[in-house]
């Protein structure tokens, strides 16, 4: 199970990096089926699934600070025997769990809050603590607009826009990445998800940075909704951008030149004006 996890999560077949991390929490609950012979031999492997599954994608801040959670609830428990390890492995997955869930939960319902009837917003990507947002102001009587732009090259952005359509209240429209400036005028606000918040720079899927500039410049408010587990200040997580297969921009052969694809850009937090998270609404 742990070795699909990482798979799943090299591939990014779970975008939402909240789900990343409970779904790599609950993975490391294949280690209670293993025998050990010692205390020490079952931290050690606990520890090397944990850096396994933190490296499977290392531009994630909540895979990094949950995974880390976990093998130090174990370590400080100090078990004497490899039952009361997995006891206290169970206990730390569990409560990991819990936080993420919870932390994203108040972060949705500090994002509706900030939504009014008839609003016009642009969002990009793929972030289920918006959408949970969206569909609680909703679900409360408030009409939105919501221009999705495709996230290319993984085309992220239509799997949003598909979840939109089945709630009440709410009349997405689809858009390419590079016809966000044409909306923008019309538009509210701009509102995404995060990757991560690291030492004054929002990382989040390429094209995140383009869209906050252009927003900034045509005077549109940018909002980022996230987890505050995902902002980093402790110097103990450093972001490494990925650069993912050139056949996802293009499946012929590159002749003659070079194919870049990288799957995160970098946002100064001077270009976002609010971020809004479990813990309240800061203005960077």
């Given at each position: 199970?742990?070795?699909?996890t990482?798979?799943e999560?090299e591939?990014m077949?779970?975008h939402?990096s909240s789900?990343v991390?409970?779904?790599?929490?609950e993975a490391?609950?294949?280690?209670?089926?293993?025998?050990?012979?010692?205390?020490?031999?079952y931290?050690?492997?606990?520890?090397?699934?944990?850096?396994?599954l933190?490296?499977?994608?290392p531009?994630?801040a909540s895979l990094?600070t949950?995974?880390?959670?976990?093998?130090t609830t174990?370590?400080?428990?100090?078990p004497e025997?490899?039952?009361?390890?997995?006891?206290a492995t169970?206990d730390a997955?569990?409560?990991v769990v819990?936080?993420?869930?919870?932390?994203?939960?108040?972060?949705?319902?500090?994002?509706a809050?900030?939504f009014?009837?008839?609003d016009?917003?642009l969002?990009?990507?793929?972030?289920?603590?918006l959408?949970?947002?969206i569909e609680?102001a909703?679900?409360e009587?408030?009409?939105l607009?919501?221009?999705?732009?495709e996230?290319?090259?993984?085309?992220i952005g239509?799997?949003?826009?598909?979840?939109?359509?089945?709630?009440d209240?709410?009349?997405?429209h689809?858009?390419?990445?590079?016809?966000?400036g044409?909306v923008l005028?019309?538009?509210?606000?701009?509102?995404?998800?995060?990757?991560?918040?690291?030492d004054?720079t929002l990382?989040?899927r390429?094209?995140?940075?383009?869209?906050?500039a252009?927003?900034t410049?045509?005077?549109?408010?940018?909002t980022?909704?996230?987890?505050?587990a995902?902002?980093?200040?402790?110097g103990?997580?450093?972001?490494e951008?990925?650069?993912?297969?050139?056949?996802?921009v293009?499946?012929?052969?590159?002749?003659g030149f070079?194919?870049?694809?990288?799957?995160?850009?970098?946002?100064?937090?001077?270009?976002?004006?609010t971020?809004v998270?479990?813990?309240?609404?800061e203005?960077?």
């Amino acid at each position: 199970m742990i070795d699909e996890t990482v798979a799943e999560i090299e591939a990014m077949q779970t975008h939402s990096s909240s789900v990343v991390a409970v779904k790599a929490a609950e993975a490391l609950r294949a280690l209670f089926d293993r025998e050990y012979p010692t205390v020490a031999e079952y931290i050690r492997d606990l520890e090397r699934n944990a850096s396994a599954l933190r490296r499977a994608n290392p531009s994630h801040a909540s895979l990094h600070t949950t995974q880390r959670a976990i093998v130090t609830t174990v370590e400080e428990r100090d078990p004497e025997t490899v039952e009361a390890a997995v006891t206290a492995t169970a206990d730390a997955i569990d409560r990991v769990v819990r936080e993420v869930t919870t932390a994203k939960e108040e972060a949705a319902a500090a994002a509706a809050e900030q939504f009014e009837d008839g609003d016009t917003i642009l969002t990009h990507d793929y972030s289920s603590t918006l959408l949970e947002a969206i569909e609680l102001a909703a679900s409360e009587g408030v009409h939105l607009d919501v221009y999705v732009t495709e996230a290319r090259p993984r085309f992220i952005g239509r799997k949003t826009v598909r979840t939109l359509a089945g709630i009440d209240r709410v009349t997405p429209h689809l858009l390419t990445d590079a016809a966000a400036g044409h909306v923008l005028d019309s538009c509210d606000r701009v509102v995404v998800g995060m990757t991560c918040i690291v030492d004054e720079t929002l990382y989040n899927r390429v094209g995140t940075l383009p869209i906050a500039a252009t927003a900034t410049e045509r005077g549109v408010p940018v909002t980022v909704v996230g987890s505050s587990a995902k902002i980093i200040d402790d110097g103990g997580f450093a972001f490494e951008n990925e650069h993912r297969s050139t056949t996802e921009v293009m499946r012929e052969p590159a002749e003659g030149f070079a194919v870049v694809n990288p799957a995160y850009d970098a946002t100064p937090l001077r270009l976002v004006d609010t971020v809004v998270t479990d813990t309240g609404i800061e203005t960077p």
